[in-house]
């Protein structure tokens, strides 16, 4: 069976394609990148250099080679960038997705779109796939429009996976959400982190596993996902609904099902602001927090309006098999964490 996975150097793809031998067994997986030089050469992808808004040229590739499944992770993900630049979001954002969907539609095939947990007020967390959206920014008001396109064109062969806060390996374009963090914990510029804007974050590749579910649920293939021996974490106390402080609560999840939603979110199992996710990488590490400044959302304007809480309620998901771990649980997984950490330990000093 072939696989299309969009954005395959990305931040999220780039773990997609090098766990793509354990997440779809079997299957010929298809990377799109926009240019060749930038592919590290993972093994068992096959790289598809290509243009996704070239409508014609992408048109003509998905007929030579037309998925059965296909996983959309390329899109304009900074929210600033998306406010101060409409037209360009918009086509990235919307029209794309919207386009690939009819292709989908066209060739038979199952998509599995990427979205996000801002397209959430805040007002109300945490939210599960039944809460309505209220998105307060450009870039969540146009993945909103992007969900109800691929629902409307696909109907239920589309299922939305609203990805939260994530944290991983950077990516081959240098992509890291904890950069700054770690340059402060080195004795770089201060980094400043909000004390009252709540996530549920998870790590990258936690979120490849839960896309890599769904789909497979998706294309009537009920999976789990094949942790390597001894790393599946356990699914957290009575499912994955974050209370108000750092953990889930004991109320029951759903029933499980083994059929693809339409929605599904692939939260993390804890809700936590961005300084204590700071602190908590310090104390993993075993160096001071210092250098981490606490700031509220009104301390630093910025073009996109951000709102304060949109901790998701993913106990679907945790039925369905998906579990990340705890923050620590999974930076021990991932590979420049490691090194990091190891790096700190070998010279008893701040990460540099």
Known sequence: MRIWVTGGTGFVGQQVMRAAGRLFPGDEVVATVRQLGSWPGWPGVEPLPLDLTDAVGLEREFAARPPAGLIHLAAAADPNWCEEHPVEARALNVELPRRLAMLCQRFGARLVFASTDLVFDGRHPPYAEAAEPRPVSRYAALKHEAERLVHEVLGDAATVCRLPLMYGDPSPAGRHTLAAVLAALAGGPPARLFIDEFRTPISTMAAAEGLALALHLALGRPWSPPWPPGERPAPPAGGCRPDRGEGPTAAPGPAPQRSAPALLHLGGPERVSRFDLGRRLAAWLGVPATGLVPVRQADLPMAAPRPP?????????????????????????????????ADVKKAGTAPG
């Open 309 to 341: 809480d949109v901790s998701l309620d993913s106990r679907l998901a945790f039925a369905l098999g998906f579990r990340p771990g705890r923050l620590e649980e999974e930076w021990d997984r991932l590979p420049s964490f490691q090194r990091v950490r």
